[in-house]
């Protein structure tokens, strides 16, 4: 198996979109309603919104290709916090889950976050997500927080922040 990270190129957003759908509509139902994950979906992985964030010198998107395969993906930005980098999305296509995939974007992001400076890296998570909470914890992370964010359309995130000491 050629396990491969690399940065996203703008000829990866409609591949990186197709995956996110597909790991949403296998880890939110019975989290949050359908309609809050087509609208969030919407919000996050249309093609105008990928194609800005790859111009964006503060934020990173990193693919994980098994096989030439897309597998995973993940971005990560640096925070208002000098300190701290947030992984801000980190998805592996539930065919591919359970490979360590996740464990070394995980890895790939903290060397990152370490050469910006940073000794924290942080994420959100739903609190519902018991899945994603159980492995960010096998990679380290602790619940820092616990938050609630309106997110328009009479939607709430209802979210851990989750943070992992780099050093």
């Not at 949050?32 to 934020?59: F, H, K, S, V």
């Not at 995980?106 to 050469?115: C, D, M, T, W």
Request: charge should be neutral.
């Amino acid at each position: 198996m050629n396990i491969q990270i690399s940065p996203v190129s703008r000829a990866d957003v409609d591949a990186i979109a197709a995956l996110a759908r597909i790991v949403w509509q296998d880890a939110y139902p019975g989290i949050i309603t359908q309609a809050q994950i087509d609208y969030m979906l919407e919000q996050r992985y249309n093609t105008l919104r990928l194609l800005e964030e790859l111009g964006m010198p503060n934020l990173w998107w990193d693919k994980v290709t098994v096989d030439g395969k897309l597998a995973a993906f993940a971005s990560t930005l640096t925070t208002e916090k000098r300190d701290e980098m947030k992984l801000d999305k980190l998805y592996v296509d539930p065919l591919r889950q359970r490979l360590g995939l996740g464990g070394r974007l995980i890895a790939h992001v903290s060397e990152r976050a370490l050469a910006q400076g940073c000794t924290t890296l942080i994420l959100a998570v739903n609190k519902r997500n018991e899945p994603a909470i159980a492995a960010y914890r096998k990679n380290g992370f602790v619940v820092r927080d616990a938050v609630r964010v309106d997110i328009g359309n009479d939607f709430v995130m209802d979210d851990f922040i989750m943070a992992k000491s780099l050093h």
